[in-house]
């Protein structure tokens, strides 16, 4: 399994309702490693090129407002397999389908407001990567474990 590294994102509401260490805490129970991390807040900009695959549709402007609303956590997780496990812890989009268990399925009931982001693709992590971080504010450091699960 490739080592990969994934985007996610802990949305304004996420860090409202005081979820931030709870979800990173999940990650990291997981086995994931944490390669970065910032708390900032989007801009317009910023927002409408992270989301720009959904301009146009009628949740976009909502979509916008609301991720520019207030502060969100950033970060970046690798692992073996990294997007696709992230996006199972995450949940499904639509509340209702988001397994029990899984981010979303625990804490979220509505579309818009589902606490947390994280890429869908090798193509979009990387896209989303660059635009929330500069190279040097990511970390490449090794475990001690890693020694044995990843021999050279
Ligand atoms: N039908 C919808 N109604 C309202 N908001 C929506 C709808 N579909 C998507 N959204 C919002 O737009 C975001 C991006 O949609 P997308 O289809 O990429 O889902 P996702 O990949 O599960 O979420 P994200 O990209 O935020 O991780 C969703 O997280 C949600 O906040
Ligand atoms: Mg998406």
Redesign the pocket.
Known sequence: MNIEQTFV?I?PDGVQRKLTGKIISKFEKKGLKISAMKMLVINREMAEQH?S??NG????E??ID??TSGPVVAFILEGPGAISIV?KL?????PANAEPGSI?GDYVV?????I?????STT?SEREISLFFKKEEIYNYSMEIEKYLFPS
């Not at 995450?90 to 639509?94: F, L, P, Q, R």
């Not at 947390?116 to 869908?120: G, K, L, P, T, V």
């Open positions: 994102m949305k989301y695959e959904h549709k009628p949740f976009y909502s979509l609301f991720i996006r995450v949940g499904a989009t639509d979303r509505f579309t818009t407001y589902n947390i982001h994280a890429s869908d979009s």
